[in-house]
């Protein structure tokens, strides 16, 4: 069985330059923790998640780097955050290209699942995007693996 036999084809993405609240809208929507970025051309770009939206509120992180200047959130202190809620802007400001992972683990949709499998559990990883020549073409992750072996052993239907 071939990765594109099992992966999810209908795959909710996000563009980069989406700020941080339409991303929480998609994913609240979706129920997603995970979106592939792209551009208008479907080219993955980077994965998103809800950790990426966690490491703003981090003390420093390399993202703070790459936020714009307007989102200023570099010295808050923990009960001003609480208190007042987000610096204003922040939400508009910070944009999913500023947050995303670049560095992602994908598949080929032509290869074994089995392999695609071992790619996740070398690398530690639940789900990946499915490419095909750079080009976003589905998603796959271990249920997806895990639903159609129970199938194969006609556990389920």
């Known amino acids: 069985m071939l990765v594109k036999d099992v992966m999810s084809k209908e795959v909710v993405t996000i563009d980069g330059s989406e700020n941080l609240d339409q991303l929480i809208v998609k994913f609240l929507k979706y129920n997603f923790h995970t979106l592939p970025v792209i551009d208008e051309q479907r080219i993955l770009l980077g994965v998103v998640n809800y950790d990426d939206i966690m490491k703003i509120f981090l003390p420093y992180n390399h993202v703070h780097e790459k936020l714009p200047r307007s ?87």
């Open 71 to 157: 989102a200023n959130i570099c010295d808050i202190e923990e009960e001003v955050f609480l208190g007042d809620g987000f610096p204003k802007g922040l939400e508009a400001n910070v944009t999913v290209s500023d947050i995303m992972n670049t560095d992602v683990i994908t598949v080929k949709e032509d290869i074994p699942m089995i392999e695609a499998r071992m790619l996740m559990k070398a690398r530690n990883v639940s789900k990946m995007p499915v490419t095909k020549d750079n080009t976003l073409v589905g998603f796959i992750t271990l249920f997806d693996i895990v639903i159609a072996l129970f199938k194969v052993m006609h556990i389920i239907k």
